[in-house]
Nanobody
């Protein structure tokens, strides 16, 4: 059974940084999609960053220049480094994987940006 577990969220002041992690466990192969999403209260879930290849990432406009996604295939880990955080970045951040047409989500990790 495939499982995704995010961690690293928390409360941070505007301008601060956080590094989110997502560990993938279980039997997985032929990953089609690996991405980070976020969902603010009362809003839809939005794409933050998506791996187009094992090393190439596309970012949402709001993430460009501030967020960096990376992965460590040997450790089955995906990361999201977030810098210069703003109050509007407050959301639950989710890791998503698509394998053989099946979508898997983690439970999410809360990021709150506030002074």
């Amino acid at each position: 059974q495939v499982r995704l577990v995010e961690s690293g969220g928390g409360l941070v002041q505007p301008g601060g940084s956080l590094r989110l992690s997502c560990v993938i466990s279980g039997n997985f192969f032929s990953i089609q999609t690996l991405a980070w999403y976020r969902q603010a209260p009362g809003k839809q879930r939005d794409l933050v960053a998506i791996f187009t290849t094992t090393s190439t990432v596309n970012y949402a406009d709001f993430a460009k220049g501030r967020f960096t996604a990376s992965r460590d295939n040997a450790k089955n880990m995906v990361y999201l480094q977030m810098n210069d955080l703003k109050p509007e970045d407050t959301a639950i951040y989710f890791c998503k994987m698509v394998m053989l047409g099946v979508t898997y989500w983690g439970q999410g990790t809360q990021v709150t940006v506030s002074s």
